[in-house]
């Protein structure tokens, strides 16, 4: 996933308290820099902030980096020379998505034989009028213009 250029993430979405890889080949990477080092924090006030050295390699300097809870996880980098790179003063901020907790199941709470049964269910119903809805925008506007044409079992007996 490539939400900014330069900063790469290993998954689609940045999710709190989950573990994602970081690869950035900015300008320091550009430059043949030796260490780069990530500065990051959570949220508007940048709580928890950490200061990590970034693995040099062939793709990049990288970092893997537990997100915590926030709203945003802001990101810059600095190099040894003590000079950054932070989005022209701005910072690298991606949004945090909250942790789906539709289908947990809660420890204190009983699981009722039927609650799997119900989740199965509604999931085999959404998928049925995922496809009604799929064949009537395909088919629909064939068969209204006449561009329809059914196959014809033309096998003999």
């Known amino acids: 996933m490539e939400l900014t250029k330069n900063i790469f993430f290993n998954t689609d979405k940045l999710i709190e308290n989950s573990t994602v890889k970081i690869s950035y080949t900015g300008k320091f990477f550009q430059d043949g ?15 928890n902030v950490n200061q990590v050295e970034m693995e040099k390699t062939d793709l990049g300097f990288q970092l893997e980096v537990e997100l915590k809870e926030g709203e945003t996880f802001n990101l810059c980098f600095k190099n040894e020379n003590d000079e950054w790179d932070n989005n022209d003063s701005q910072n690298y901020i991606f949004p945090l998505e909250k942790v789906s907790t539709e289908l947990a199941v809660l420890e204190d709470e009983p699981l009722a034989i039927g609650t799997a049964r119900k989740l199965r269910r509604s999931y085999l119903w959404s998928k049925k009028i995922k496809l009604a809805v799929y064949k009537i925008i395909t088919y629909l506007p064939k068969i209204i213009s006449g561009n329809y044409k059914r ?3 033309t096998t003999s007996k």
């Open 151 to 153: 196959k014809i079992n």
């Open 33 to 47: 820099n030796e260490k780069v080092y990530a500065h990051y924090g959570f949220g508007i006030n940048w709580d």
